[in-house]
Nanobody
Framework: QVQLVESGGGLVQPGGSLRLSCVAS????????MGWYRQAPQNQRELVAT???????NYADSVKGRFTINRDNAKNTVYLQMNSLKPEDTAVYYC???????????????WGKGTLVTVSS
């Protein structure tokens, strides 16, 4: 079993910052990538940012220049630093892990339960 636990969400004023963390634990053999997605009310889940095991990053256009993703491979942890937050960033943020749980299984997607980020004055 693989578990993802997110933390760091909350209420912040426009222009403020938050840092999300996600720790992966359990049967993890090989991590391909980790990342963050978000889902606002009545919207589909969308990519925010991803980072591969080699450190390559990918960002949604809407967050480029404001959000930074990084990871601690030794701790199986991924972070999302969010600056200059806007009301339209309000959403539930989900941690994503693409990994093999052992050598003989394919790469699978795992999801955390999500953490709510609310940007409002």
């Amino acid at each position: 079993q693989v578990q993802l636990v997110e933390s760091g969400g909350g209420l912040v004023q426009p222009g403020g910052s938050l840092r999300l963390s996600c720790v992966a634990s359990g049967s993890i053999f090989n991590i391909k990538s980790m990342g963050w997605y978000r889902q606002a009310p009545q919207n589909q889940r969308e990519l925010v940012a991803t980072i591969t095991s080699g450190g390559s990053t990918n960002y949604a256009d809407s967050v480029k220049g404001r959000f930074t993703i990084n990871r601690d491979n030794a701790k199986n942890t991924v972070y999302l630093q969010m600056n200059s937050l806007k009301p339209e960033d309000t959403a539930v943020y989900y941690c994503n892990l693409e990994a093999q749980s052992n050598l003989f299984l394919p790469v699978m997607n795992y999801w955390g339960k999500g953490t709510l980020v609310t940007v409002s004055s």
